[in-house]
Nanobody, 124 residues
Framework: VQLQASGGGLVQAGGSLRLSCAAS????????MAWFRQASGKEREFVAA????????YSGDSVKGRFTISRDNAKNTVYLQMNSAKPEDTAVYYC??????????????????WGQGTQVTVSS
């Protein structure tokens, strides 16, 4: 599967932004999808994940209650709705996909497919 992330940009603190990740192929509904982010000089951080059917969602502690992941399997797209943005949310955001795995959702090594990243900058 090939992934194309979009929707990044500049947003003021407290504002909102929606990221999208479009996937190619007809098997999108088989994949667990996730968003990770990487700030300059820091390690890649888990943001959120959603199961293949969309029935369960998981969020990292730093974004819980502010960010929401969702997917539309008919459109082969996963979204990340970012609300109440903070300057510390500034990072390159990556979407990722994996087939069924016993590994934890927050483990980036368990994802075999990655998008190119989209920059999000939150100004204070």
């Amino acid at each position: 599967v090939q992934l194309q992330a979009s929707g990044g940009g500049l947003v003021q603190a407290g504002g909102s932004l929606r990221l999208s990740c479009a996937a190619s192929g007809r098997t999108f509904s088989r994949y667990t999808m996730a968003w990770f982010r990487q700030a300059s000089g820091k390690e890649r951080e888990f943001v959120a994940a959603i199961t293949s059917s969309g029935g369960r969602e998981y969020s990292g502690d730093s974004v819980k209650g502010r960010f929401t992941i969702s997917r539309d399997n008919a459109k082969n797209t996963v979204y990340l709705q970012m609300n109440s943005a903070k300057p510390e949310d500034t990072a390159v955001y990556y979407c990722a996909a994996r087939e069924y795995s016993y590994s934890a959702y927050w483990n980036p090594g368990s994802y075999g497919y990655w998008g190119q990243g989209t920059q999000v900058t939150v100004s204070s």
